[in-house]
């Protein structure tokens, strides 16, 4: 069975940091995309960051390039995200979720599995 455990969220002040951890289990690594996704209150669920668990290729949406970095530890079937410099309006709960295949699509309808998500919150 495909499990997906994400944890690190927590409460921030502006300007800190976080790393969030995605543990995975139920399938093989290499052949899926993990992606990291956040909805806030009152928002669409929005892609942040992917990354090929076959040859740790990535992709970053532009709201939080440059302050927000994947990675992964495919030994441990890990993927973490990095987040520098938090802002108020990066409040939400993140979740991971992964797909099938190579291509690295951010939309939340190519992601098969989802996890229950971990609250972050940054205050002013």
């Known amino acids: 069975e495909v499990q997906l455990v994400e944890s690190g969220g927590g409460l921030v002040q502006a300007g800190g940091s976080l790393r969030l951890s995605c543990a995975t289990s139920?399938?093989?690594?290499?052949?899926?995309?993990i992606g990291w996704f956040r909805q806030a209150p009152g928002k669409e669920r929005e892609g942040v960051s992917c990354?090929?668990?076959?040859?740790?290729?990535?992709y970053t949406a532009d709201s939080v390039r440059g302050r927000f970095t994947i990675s992964s530890d495919n030994a441990k079937n890990t993927v973490y995200l990095q987040m520098n410099s938090l802002k108020p309006e990066d409040t939400a709960v993140y979740y991971c979720?992964?797909?099938?295949?190579?291509?690295?699509?951010?939309?939340?309808?190519?992601?098969?599995?989802w996890g229950q998500g971990t609250q972050v919150t940054v205050s002013s």
């Open positions: 139920g399938f093989a690594f290499d052949d899926y995309v």
């Open positions: 990354i090929s668990g076959r040859d740790g290729s990535t």
């Open positions: 979720a992964v797909r099938l295949g190579y291509g690295l699509p951010i939309a939340v309808s190519e992601y098969h599995y």
